[in-house]
Each structure stands twice: as structure tokens, then as C-alpha cells.
């Protein structure tokens, strides 16, 4: 079986996130006031064969820990689709 | 009455001097504009330069198209002035919707700076018309977000109406591998809209303008505003 | 004039909150001994509080109070006619003609780039161009001088593409051009890279503002990024070894913001311009307390900060993190309280903030409150100048002297012919294109000499001169003999700037080795320091300014002294820069200098057999000298074609780089060199491989080869003409009294060019090692 | 009230994404043969204060069109969070 999964890669709250400031800046600028808290960071998207949703999110929580995420910086959040 | 050229400085504009200094050696009347300007200054043609306006942040020129003075330059070009964009200026060009297509990181994935081989595939632009067709010209790349990317019909517009201006080649014969740097779709490193008032590159010719350091080639794209005649799209 | 005596003074503070009270434990925790702790309770005349002690551990660290090094620093040269700053302020300035200086310093961010590669790199850059803008000058080129363990461990491979990334990332988006830099790899630094960066700035001389606090009611502001947790205790992190701990103190990580940085550069200099600030110094290790310490001792007045003024990022930040944040992009200003609107306006015109947080007071006193509570206060010139100062022992490991005696055992690997290739497909002679191509080394549209050959070469607008610089260290001739070693390094950066046809002007150094309580380390240092200092008196290059990097140190053991430095020369007329590479077939080939063929710590030695030791070269600071000398002269003369020194790898090496062209050359020529003219008491080892110093390989046109070999006579240079340049894709011969060898050029330059890459093909995987 | 939205910017179907063949290459060198198909984009986080989550979602799809995914190469998703 295959399933889409999602992975939301974004820094870890307290790290500094320039882009995520001139980002929420510009949103004001152009009038977008109750935008706040911007924060941006990595979507990946793929498709993972597995026995099951669980084994997949197994999977893929392993595929963050060593390569998609960086430890040091980033926490990570998975959604897997069926 | 010399040519006077508006040069636009974002936050975060770096090679804005460069241009500004080429563009007053090739005899025109340089002057900044800041971006929170809404008027031109009685602008003949604008340049907007290379460097990383905001930062680059979210998607290259993303930001800085929206800048208080970005109406008056679309109003500008709209009305045949003329508008060169190099590298990040191409980049705010391809955001702001004054050229088609959109640059994205480099198929390498890093940066990239190194001298590259153009050829001037158009000469009837108001950068280029100092050129002869298919003059060869080295000059530096210096970017991250450099692959020129664009739907497949736009490619086949741009190239049926020979909107290409300048096209990364080895110094003889067509681009192999590392000629050209960023995987640019059709090698493509430069463009123009269909009036051939508004062009946009990703290669320097503001650092390859000068014969202290030894290189003139990209003077062409400085003195060619002098002898820009605009002509009705229909005239091509 | 300082306003403290030397008496305890009594002093008063309170803790803030609930803050811990402050027990041996915490002391050491914050990597001050019982000493230290004694000393800080004699200069407050009671226990400190939590923030004080914050304060004291990160002054009193190695990085901000040099205490192991300073006596040591001392010893160096530093006066000249062209010194305008010497050490002591953010960065070093040297006088240059029509009214122009320039400023330029080297600093190490190695711990932060150990743990997170790319932010530990980018600002470390951030960090070196503040410290030359904030003297008035305008960042015109940077440098970086890189070491890591062997490209065969992914970890190292990791280590080396993030922070090459970081480096380029952060001075990419500045728009300041990397000019040139080095990276060497090692055994010793795979659990401890090093990341040293070198700024150069260029300004009038007339403009250059000091960061000394002046006058009574002066305001103090906070201009720049607001205040986050970052990189707390980062001073004192620098200043321990590498291990578990450090892994579990990675929230520590800074994050740079290259945007705010050019903004913050546009501004400072708009206000150092247009004379409206005091003083003005970056937030650099220890951020707000050491800045405003140092501004406050310089200047010999007292200082009171309001911390709950500072702009912070997080919610709930204490005293103790405001002071200690490591936050990037922020500045110190000093100012007249009626210009603060205008300095605010400035400000506003790069969107940027500047927020009044304290003001310069008369009674010497380093006084912090938060709102209504005082926190710290201390006496502001002792907190600086009490610091316990160390002189550790010093005696050379039995190890090196063994190393040093000892020599290769013969293999059969010895083919003097195979070794060229393989010699040239060691990642550290082979060309560092992959990384210099990361870099813009063209924005500004100054460049003359780009990287690729011996040392960076800029022009200076407006004026007919130009800037060569370069940064080099030879560490594995330290390791076996740090003072010949330390001559070797600055002998090597003077040949690589005189090449160029520029004057070598000063240096700046930053100075990486192990950890100095250890008497083997300490007498690495010594002796490394003193052979620098030799060589600086000989060439008349002062030391300006740098910094030491200690404590460098992983489960493996200590690096291998690394004192890397950076030297900048005077180009007087661009136009007689001279390249590095050969340009036209029959040009003749002339070899300066004196070949012994010395191989102690040769390359060929350490990478072909297998055997790193020996005695390495003596290095004749007189011939050097000289040696340099002759090249300026004969660059004035427009008699040579290319330049370019023997270093790593020898002859061979020397000559094969300059025939195989630079990074964007079409084809590689070939060359014939004939060395029977060498006493044959000099095996082909030694000719091809020998690492002797001051000797150089130029290309003369025919015409002027007499002209040349009368001008080197005349500078008692020892010049001989050994070959010719030959023809495209050609073969590179060499022949001697015992053998010919032969290699296809073109081959060669494939293998130069392709070694790194071909080892860094797998980027995007190796990132699992982080 | 306020309301968190994730923004997915994903690079559009058919647009070449050297970055995600890149990672997919090393997850399968890595050991992680299921995975396939893998698309690297930009997530986007922020805080947004409206009268309710329609009118949320309403501005962030404003948002998206005018400044955060580029139409030409980029196609985006939101998710609203009470
Ligand atoms: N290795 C060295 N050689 C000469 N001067 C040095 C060295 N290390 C530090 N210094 C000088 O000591 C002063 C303080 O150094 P440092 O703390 O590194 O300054 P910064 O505030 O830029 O970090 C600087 O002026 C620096 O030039
Ligand atoms: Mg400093």
C-alpha cells in the first residue's frame, strides 16, 4: 500500500526567523493586518509505500530524524494521508 | 539634453552603485531612486539592480515588486520607456508580471558565481541595439535563483517572437553542461517583453562595463538606452 | 580617565526575581575557577549576583579577556609608518596613499560551526563585518580560512558544504565579494573545524570612528535586531572543549540575518558619515555586556544600562539573558542626547530601530537595572582589567620531536611520476573552485584578480591602486616546528600578495590552537607567536589586530596549530598586476630562488608515503625578503607574464597550476623544464616535491628574459631559466640530471578541478550526519 | 478570534524539482526505498485574527495569491485551525 505523507518543517520556536519577519512586514504593508506570528519553513511531500498508516508514519518520522529536519533548529509535524 | 536614468535602490539592492557608475560611464545621467519613492524623477529608462532586496526572503523579488515605486516604473515601461533588470531586477520584472516566466534555485541547488559566454540572440531591444547579432560576450553570473522557468507554450511564445536576448553558449558552439550555470530552460539568460522596451537578465553587465577591469562587454547594454528608437510591437 | 581605584569598592545590587543564588557550583558552571570567584568577590567587596557573574564569566573567558594569551600578544610587532590603529580596537587600520585607510581583522567562530554548520559559519561573517564597519569603512572584500577532518567521513563532508553554504549565503546577500581564502584538510580537525573569517574595509582616513564611550549624559542605544535567546553564554562556550556537554547546549544556536545586516551596515555608515554618533561597536561574543564594558573602559567612564528597555524577541527574557544574549545584527551607539532623533531618523530611512537603553555616567561604575532594581554593579575599568592573567607551561611534546627526526620507510608507491596526480587529487591542493564558486567574488564590480590564483586583487575606485589579500597557514609544518611554522605562514602570505606585484602592508592573525593549560599546547603557541613575530620585524608587516582561538579540542585530541593570517598588500598601479597562470606558448619559464629540495614535512611525504614528519625548511627570512622585493619591482617593470609561488606540493605542484590555467581557462598549455642545471646532490624527490620557501615560478616573455635575470641579480634573487611554456592541452616535461617525466596536461587539470566535486557529489545525503 | 493556518506552497505538478529529486536520491541511499514521488516546498505558519474560520481562510487565500505562492510555478493548500 502507498500513502501521501506531509511533512511540515519549521523553526523551532525561539529560533530567530528573518524570513518569516520580512515576510509578516509585507503582509502588513499590503494590508493584511491580522496576519501575525509568521513563521515559514519546509513542506515536503511524498509518497511512502508501507504495510500500514502507522508503518508509514514510522517511516517517515525516521526519514525526519535523520535527514529532513535539522535537529538543531527545526521541529517537524507528519500528517499521513491513507 | 543627456539620457536620464532612474537606478531603483531596494533594501538589500547591492550591485546598485554598479549599475549606476556603468550606466554614468556609458554617458547617460545616472541617479538613484529610493523604492518608498512614487515618482521617477523624470526618468527616461530604469534599472533596477542586482543584490537581494529583502533578503531574497520567500521567493527572489517577491517582496520588492510590491515597493511604493514599482506603479510608476510598470507605468513607465507600460508607456515604451525602457526597463532593464539584471539579476535581482530580473527577478522583481518576472514577479511583478513586466516579464513572463519565473526564476527558481539553481538546478545545482547552490549559488553560483563564475564567468559565462552569452550570445545577443536580439538586437532590437533598448539594451541591445548597440550590439551585433550573435555577438559573443563574457561576462560574471553571481546568483542562487537563477533557472529560467516559464509553462511550455510561454517558452514557444518567447522563442517564436525571438523574445530570447541573450542565451548562455560554450565560447564556441551551443551550451554543454557547465555553460550553462543554473539549468535554465532553452539556456535561456535574458529576455525581453514584446516591445523590446522592458529586458531582464540574470548576468552581470554592470560588472563587465568598465576597462580598469578589463572587460567592456556588457557596455552595450548601458549605451544601447542612447540610441533606443521605440517602435510599435507590429513594427517587428 | 579611569574614575575606579583599585580598593574594593562597595558596590550594591540586588537578585533579580527568583533568580538562583550564586554557589560554587554555579561559578563553575560558568567556567570560572575559585580564583577567579575569590577575585570577584575582593573587586565587589561581597557575593556577586547572578547576573554580575554572568557578566564576569563572559569577560573573563578566554575569548574576551585573552588571559592565557595576552603576554604572548604583547610580544608582537605593531608600529609602523602605515599603522593608523594597531590592535586594540574592532579592527586594525593601515594607511594607504591620497587620503584612504584600510581596515580589515580575522576571527574565529569554530564552536558554533562545529554544532550547526551554516548559521555557525554565516555569522561568524556578520560578526568580522561589523567589526570593520563599525570603524567607518565600507566591507570591500572577505576572506575565509577553513579547515575540516578527511572528505571521507560523510560527518566532514556535512561539516565542509554547510558552512561553505553559510559563508557564501550570509556575504553573498551583503553584496561584499570574497576574494580569496583556504581550506585544508586533516585528520586533527575532524571533530573540531575551524571557521576563521577576514573582513577588509576601505575608508578615509579622516573617517575612522573608535569605539571609546565619551561624555557624561551620553545616551546609549540599541540599534538593530531585537533580542532573542540566541547563542546565551556563547563567550564562554568558545572557551571550553568539545563534547556531549556542548551537543546538549545547541539551543544556543544563532541565526543570521544577512538582510538586517547590509541595512545595519548602510545605516552605520550613514551616521559615521554624517557625524552623528559618539562611538558605535557591534554585540559581537558576550553581546551587550562586553560591548558596552569595552566601549565603557576605553573611554574610562561608567555606564548604566536599563535592560528593560532592550528591544527583546522572546517573552520573559532576565536581566542576566538580556546581558548575555548572543543575538546577530544589533549595535551599541553612542550618542549627544539631541541627536538621538536624528540618529532614529536614519534609522527609520533602513528600517531599522534605535532604542535609548542606558547613558554614560561619571562614577565608573558598569551599573544594570531593570526598571527600578539594580542588578549588577560593578567597577567598570577592573571588570575589564582585573581579569587573573595566565602564563601557563610550556614544553614541546616528546612526540613531535620523535616526528621530526624520524623519516618515510621507501615503498614501492614511490613513482615520482604517479605522484603528481595523486598529489593533485589531495582535496587539500586540489583547486577549491567548488567553494569559491559559492562566492561572489565579483559584486562591486572591483575585482582584478578573483580567486583562483595566489592572493585576491581589488582596485580602488577613482584612484589608480588596488588591494591584494590573502590568508594562509601551513599547519602541518606548525605541528612539527611551530616557530619555523609560524615564519612559513606569513613568509607564504607575503610571497602570495608580492606575486601579485603588491607590497605586503600588515597582517592581522587569528591565532587556533588546543587547549593552552596543556604544556605542549602552550609551548605551540610560544613558539608559533614568536616566528610570526620574526617575520613581521623582517618584512615590516605589524600585527594589527586578530584573535585567539583556544580550547580547541575534541574526543581526538588537540588540532594542529593553526595561527592562520591574514596579510593585505599595496597594488600602486592596477595595471601591473601580475596573474598566477601561464597565458602564451613559448614564453619562457625561470625558477627564483634556492632549491635544496627539502622534503620534512613535505606533502609528498605526508600524502604519497604515507609519512607525515621531518625537519621542515628552514625559512631565510632574508631571502624572502628580498624575494618579494625583486617581484614588486620586476611588476613595476611589466617585465614578467605570471607569477606564482611554490608552497604545498613543491615544484611540481607549483609549475603544473600555473600551466593548467585558472578556474575558466579554455585549455591547459603544456611546459618543458629542464633541471640538470641542479647539482645532482638534490634527488628528483626533492626537485620535483622539495617544499624549500621563497622561491617562485614567473613567465617572461623571450624578449625580457635578460632584463629579468639583471633586475634579480640586482635584488640578490637567484633566478634560472628552465624551460618554456608550451602549447595547448601540451605535455608538461621535466627533465633532470637522473630521469624525464612526463604528464599530460590536460589530465592533470581534469584531476585538480575534479577532486572536491568529486567527492562532495552526495550533499543532500550527507546531511544526515548533522 | 484567531485562527492558525499552515499554508502548503508546494512547486506546481510538471515544474522540474531538482531540490526534491535530490532528497529523494539520498533517502533511498540512506535505506528508505518507499519513498517515491517526493515534492519540496515552502510551509507557512501564521496566526490570523478574523470573525470566523471562513473569513480566515478567505484572507489567507487572499495572502497566498497576492504574495505567497507564485502562480506561474507554485500551487498552494491551506489548512485553518480553529
Ligand atoms: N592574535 C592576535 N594578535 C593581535 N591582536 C589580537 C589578537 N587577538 C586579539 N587581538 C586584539 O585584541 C583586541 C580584542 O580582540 P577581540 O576580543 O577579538 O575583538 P572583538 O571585539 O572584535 O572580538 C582586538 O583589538 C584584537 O585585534
Ligand atoms: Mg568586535
Given at each position: ?15 530567530l526567523d528573518?524570513q518569516g ?5 509585507a503582509l502588513h504593508a ?5 496576519a ?5 519553513g519546509?513542506?515536503?511531500e ?8 502507522g508503518d508509514?508514519r514510522e517511516?517517515?518520522?525516521?526519514m ?5 529536519a535539522n535537529?538543531v533548529?527545526?521541529?517537524y ?5 491513507g | 539634453?543627456?539620457?536620464r536614468?532612474?537606478v531603483v ?6 550591485c546598485d552603485?554598479d ?8 554617458g547617460t545621467d545616472?541617479y538613484?531612486v ?9 526618468a527616461?529608462a530604469?534599472i533596477l ?7 531574497d ?7 520588492a515588486?510590491?515597493?511604493p515605486?514599482m506603479?510608476?516604473?510598470q507605468?513607465h515601461?507600460a ?9 535581482n531586477g530580473?527577478?522583481i520584472?518576472?514577479?511583478a508580471?513586466?516579464l513572463?516566466g519565473?526564476?527558481v ?6 549559488f ?10 536580439q538586437?532590437e531591444t533598448?539594451?541591445?541595439?548597440t550590439?551585433?547579432p550573435?555577438?559573443?560576450l563574457r561576462?560574471?553570473?553571481?546568483h542562487g535563483d537563477?533557472?529560467?522557468?516559464a509553462?511550455?507554450e510561454?517558452?514557444r511564445?518567447?522563442?517564436?517572437n525571438r ?5 548562455y ?6 551550451a554543454?553542461g557547465e555553460?550553462n550555470p543554473?539549468?535554465?530552460l532553452n ?11 522592458v ?7 554592470d560588472?563587465a562595463a568598465?576597462?580598469?577591469l ?10 544601447s ?9 507590429a513594427g517587428? | 580617565?579611569s574614575?575606579?581605584?583599585t580598593s574594593?569598592?562597595t558596590?550594591?545590587?540586588?537578585p533579580?526575581?527568583?533568580e538562583r ?9 560558568h567556567?570560572?575557577?575559585?580564583r577567579e570567584y575569590?577575585g ?5 567587596g561581597?557575593?556577586p549576583?547572578l547576573t554580575?557573574l554572568?557578566?564576569?564569566s563572559a569577560?573573563?573567558s ?11 600578544l ?9 599603522v593608523?590603529?594597531?590592535p586594540?580596537?574592532n ?7 591620497d ?7 580575522i576571527?574565529?567562530?569554530n564552536h ?5 554548520p551554516y548559521q555557525?559559519?554565516?555569522t561568524?561573517?556578520?560578526g568580522i563585518?561589523r567589526?570593520v ?8 572584500a572577505?576572506?575565509?580560512?577553513l579547515?575540516?577532518g578527511p ?15 553559510g559563508?557564501?549565503d550570509?556575504g553573498?546577500?551583503?553584496?561584499v565579494?570574497?576574494?580569496g581564502?583556504?581550506?585544508d584538510?586533516a585528520?586533527?580537525y575532524?571533530?573540531n573545524?575551524?571557521?576563521n573569517?577576514m ?8 573617517d575612522?570612528?573608535?569605539?571609546a564611550a565619551h561624555?557624561?549624559g ?6 538593530g535586531?531585537s ?10 562556550f ?8 556542548s551537543e546538549?547546549r ?7 540575518d ?7 551596515l548602510?545605516a552605520t ?11 558605535i561597536?557591534d554585540m ?13 573602559a ?6 548604566e544600562?536599563d ?10 527574557m532576565t536581566?542576566y539573558?538580556i546581558?548575555?544574549s ?5 549595535m551599541l551607539?553612542?550618542?549627544?542626547p539631541?541627536l538621538?532623533a536624528?540618529?532614529?531618523k536614519v534609522?527609520?530611512k533602513?528600517e ?22 539594580v542588578v ?6 577592573r571588570?575589564i582589567d582585573d ?9 614541546e ?14 615503498s614501492?608507491k614511490a613513482d615520482?611520476t604517479?605522484?603528481l596526480p ?6 587539500s591542493?586540489a ?11 565579483t ?16 582596485r580602488?575606485?577613482d584612484?589608480?591602486?588596488g ?13 612539527l616546528d611551530?616557530?619555523?611554522?609560524g615564519?612559513a605562514?606569513?613568509?607564504?602570505a607575503?610571497?602570495?600578495?608580492a606575486?601579485?606585484?603588491a607590497?605586503?602592508l600588515?597582517?592581522?592573525d587569528?591565532?587556533?590552537f ?5 604544556p605542549e599546547v ?11 613575530s ?7 608587516t605589524?600585527?594589527?589586530g586578530?584573535?585567539?582561538s583556544?580550547y580547541?579540542e ?5 588540532i594542529d596549530p593553526?595561527?592562520?593570517?591574514g ?25 627564483l ?11 609528498y ?13 628552514t ?9 618579494q622585493?625583486f617581484?614588486v619591482?620586476?611588476a613595476?617593470?611589466?617585465?614578467v607574464r605570471?607569477a ?8 611540481a ?8 590555467g585558472?578556474?575558466y ?14 647539482s645532482?646532490d ?7 616535491y622539495?617544499?624549500d620557501?621563497?622561491?617562485v ?13 639583471t ?5 640578490g634573487?637567484p ?8 602549447a ?11 630521469g624525464k ?7 592533470l587539470r581534469?584531476?585538480y578541478?575534479?577532486a572536491i566535486p ?12 548533522k
Amino acid at each position: 500500500m502507498t500513502f501521501t505523507v506531509h511533512v511540515r518543517v519549521v523553526p523551532r520556536a525561539g529560533v530567530l526567523d528573518p524570513q518569516g519577519q520580512a515576510v509578516e512586514h509585507a503582509l502588513h504593508a499590503l494590508g493584511f493586518g491580522g496576519a501575525s506570528k509568521v513563521r515559514i519553513g519546509r513542506a515536503i511531500e511524498m509518497t511512502v509505500s508501507a504495510a500500514n498508516a502507522g508503518d508509514a508514519r514510522e517511516q517517515a518520522k525516521k526519514m525526519c530524524d535523520k535527514l529532513l529536519a535539522n535537529p538543531v533548529t527545526e521541529d517537524y509535524e507528519l500528517e499521513i494521508e491513507g | 539634453m543627456t539620457l536620464r536614468v532612474a537606478v531603483v535602490r531596494f533594501p538589500g539592492s547591492n550591485c546598485d552603485f554598479d549599475s549606476l557608475h556603468s550606466a554614468a560611464r556609458a554617458g547617460t545621467d545616472a541617479y538613484f531612486v529610493w523604492h518608498r519613492d512614487t515618482d521617477l524623477k523624470g526618468a527616461d529608462a530604469v534599472i533596477l539592480p542586482g543584490g537581494f532586496s529583502y533578503g531574497d526572503y520567500l521567493r527572489s523579488g517577491a517582496i520588492a515588486r510590491f515597493s511604493p515605486i514599482m506603479p510608476a516604473v510598470q507605468k513607465h515601461a507600460a508607456a515604451g520607456g525602457p526597463v532593464l533588470g539584471i539579476c535581482n531586477g530580473f527577478q522583481i520584472l518576472c514577479e511583478a508580471g513586466m516579464l513572463p516566466g519565473a526564476l527558481v534555485r539553481n538546478g545545482r541547488l547552490s549559488f553560483v558565481s563564475r564567468p559565462v559566454c552569452l550570445q545577443v540572440e536580439q538586437t532590437e531591444t533598448a539594451f541591445t541595439n548597440t550590439y551585433e547579432p550573435g555577438a559573443l560576450l563574457r561576462m560574471p553570473v553571481a546568483h542562487g535563483d537563477g533557472r529560467f522557468t516559464a509553462t511550455p507554450e510561454t517558452i514557444r511564445e518567447l522563442e517564436a517572437n525571438r523574445r530570447v536576448v541573450v542565451r548562455y553558449v560554450a565560447s564556441a558552439g551551443p551550451a554543454r553542461g557547465e555553460d550553462n550555470p543554473n539549468g535554465s530552460l532553452n539556456d535561456i539568460a535574458g529576455i525581453a517583453n514584446a516591445e523590446g522596451n522592458v529586458v531582464g537578465l540574470m548576468p552581470h553587465p554592470d560588472r563587465a562595463a568598465d576597462s580598469a577591469l578589463g572587460n567592456l562587454d556588457g557596455m552595450g547594454f548601458f549605451t544601447s538606452m542612447l540610441s533606443w528608437e521605440p517602435r510599435a510591437a507590429a513594427g517587428r | 580617565m579611569s574614575q575606579t581605584t583599585t580598593s574594593s569598592a562597595t558596590t550594591r545590587a540586588e537578585p533579580f526575581g527568583n533568580e538562583r543564588p550564586v554557589t560554587l557550583q554555579t561559578v563553575l558552571e560558568h567556567n570560572l575557577n575559585q580564583r577567579e570567584y575569590d577575585g570577584i568577590r575582593q573587586i565587589l567587596g561581597r557575593n556577586p549576583t547572578l547576573t554580575e557573574l554572568g557578566i564576569f564569566s563572559a569577560l573573563w573567558s578566554e575569548h574576551c579577556s585573552y588571559k592565557h594569551s595576552k603576554h604572548v600578544l604583547k610580544t608582537f610587532p605593531t608600529t609602523g609608518p602605515q599603522v593608523v590603529q594597531g590592535p586594540g580596537e574592532n579592527a586594525g587600520v593601515l594607511r594607504l596613499p591620497d587620503g584612504w585607510a584600510v581596515a580589515f581583522k580575522i576571527e574565529s567562530h569554530n564552536h558554533p560551526s562545529a554544532v550547526e554548520p551554516y548559521q555557525g559559519a554565516a555569522t561568524g561573517v556578520g560578526g568580522i563585518l561589523r567589526d570593520v564597519f563599525t570603524m567607518g569603512a565600507r566591507p570591500v572584500a572577505v576572506l575565509n580560512s577553513l579547515r575540516f577532518g578527511p572528505l571521507d567521513t560523510a560527518r566532514n563532508r556535512y561539516l565542509f558544504a554547510g558552512v561553505v553554504k553559510g559563508v557564501g549565503d550570509y556575504g553573498n546577500c551583503v553584496g561584499v565579494p570574497t576574494l580569496g581564502g583556504e581550506v585544508d584538510f586533516a585528520p586533527g580537525y575532524s571533530g573540531n573545524p575551524l571557521v576563521n573569517a577576514m573582513c577588509v574595509g576601505l575608508l578615509r582616513e579622516s573617517d575612522l570612528t573608535l569605539a571609546a564611550a565619551h561624555g557624561v549624559g551620553n545616551v546609549l542605544l540599541a540599534m538593530g535586531a531585537s533580542t532573542g535567546r540566541d547563542g546565551i553564554h556563547g563567550a564562554s562556550f568558545a572557551s571550553e572543549d568539545l563534547s556531549e556537554k556542548s551537543e546538549a547546549r545547541r539551543p544556543q544556536v544563532q541565526v543570521g540575518d544577512p538582510f538586517t545586516e547590509k541595512l545595519l551596515l548602510e545605516a552605520t555608515l550613514e551616521l559615521i558619515e554624517s557625524k552623528l554618533v559618539v562611538a558605535i561597536q557591534d554585540m559581537g561574543a558576550a553581546g551587550l555586556t562586553s560591548s558596552s564594558a569595552e566601549m565603557a573602559a576605553r573611554g574610562g567612564v561608567g555606564i548604566e544600562l536599563d535592560t528593560s528597555l532592550v528591544p527583546i524577541r522572546e517573552s520573559g527574557m532576565t536581566p542576566y539573558e538580556i546581558m548575555l544574549s548572543e543575538s546577530q545584527e544589533r549595535m551599541l551607539v553612542v550618542a549627544e542626547p539631541g541627536l538621538v532623533a536624528a540618529i532614529q531618523k536614519v534609522c527609520e530611512k533602513w528600517e531599522l530601530t534605535a532604542v535609548p537603553i542606558g547613558r554614560v555616567t561619571d562614577d565608573g561604575l558598569f551599573r544594570i537595572r531593570h526598571g527600578k532594581i539594580v542588578v549588577a554593579e560593578i567597577p567598570g575599568q577592573r571588570l575589564i582589567d582585573d581579569c587573573p592573567m595566565y602564563s601557563p607551561e610550556s614544553i614541546e611534546g616528546e612526540a613531535v620531536t620523535l616526528r621530526r627526526a624520524g623519516g618515510p620507510t621507501r615503498s614501492p608507491k614511490a613513482d615520482l611520476t604517479a605522484a603528481l596526480p595523486l598529489l593533485l587529487d589531495t582535496p587539500s591542493i586540489a583547486s577549491k573552485r567548488w567553494v569559491y564558486e559559492q562566492y561572489d567574488s565579483t559584486v562591486q564590480a572591483a575585482t582584478l584578480l578573483a580567486p583562483g590564483g595566489d592572493a585576491g586583487v581589488l582596485r580602488i575606485a577613482d584612484t589608480g591602486f588596488g588591494l591584494a589579500v590573502t590568508v594562509d597557514c601551513n599547519s602541518r609544518l606548525l605541528a612539527l616546528d611551530p616557530y619555523e611554522g609560524g615564519k612559513a605562514t606569513v613568509a607564504e602570505a607575503a610571497r602570495n600578495v608580492a606575486c601579485t606585484g603588491a607590497r605586503p602592508l600588515g597582517i592581522t592573525d587569528c591565532l587556533n590552537f588546543g587547549n593552552p593549560e596543556k604544556p605542549e599546547v602552550f609551548f605551540q603557541f610560544t613558539e608559533a607567536c614568536r616566528g610570526i613575530s620574526d617575520a613581521c620585524r623582517a618584512f615590516e608587516t605589524p600585527v594589527t589586530g586578530g584573535n585567539v582561538s583556544f580550547y580547541n579540542e575534541s574526543p581526538t585530541g588537540a588540532i594542529d596549530p593553526t595561527p592562520t593570517v591574514g596579510m593585505v598588500g599595496l597594488l600602486e598601479r592596477i595595471d601591473d598586476r601580475v596573474p598566477s597562470h601561464f597565458s602564451a606558448t613559448g614564453d619562457q619559464i625561470l625558477l627564483l630562488g634556492n632549491t635544496r629540495g627539502v622534503l620534512g614535512g613535505s606533502a609528498y611525504w605526508a600524502d604519497v608515503l604515507d609519512f607525515v614528519g621531518g625537519q621542515p625548511a628552514t625559512v631565510d627570512l632574508k631571502a624572502e625578503r628580498a624575494l618579494q622585493q625583486f617581484l614588486v619591482a620586476v611588476a613595476k617593470a611589466r617585465l614578467v607574464r605570471s607569477a606564482h609561488d611554490c608552497s604545498t606540493g613543491g615544484l611540481a605542484v607549483a609549475l603544473t597550476e600555473a600551466a593548467m590555467g585558472g578556474p575558466y581557462a579554455d585549455a591547459a598549455l603544456g611546459a618543458s623544464v629542464d633541471l640538470t642545471g641542479y647539482s645532482s646532490d638534490v634527488t628528483d624527490e626533492g626537485l620535483l616535491y622539495g617544499e624549500d620557501g621563497a622561491r617562485v615560478v614567473v613567465s617572461v616573455s623571450p624578449a625580457d628574459v635578460d632584463a629579468v635575470a639583471t633586475l634579480a641579480a640586482s635584488h640578490g634573487v637567484p633566478c634560472r631559466r628552465v624551460g618554456a611554456v608550451g602549447a595547448p592541452a601540451g605535455e608538461i616535461r621535466v627533465t633532470t640530471s637522473n630521469g624525464k617525466y612526463q604528464w599530460s596536461s590536460s589530465a592533470l587539470r581534469q584531476t585538480y578541478f575534479g577532486a572536491i566535486p568529486r567527492r562532495m557529489g552526495h550533499v543532500a545525503e550527507d546531511a544526515a550526519e548533522k
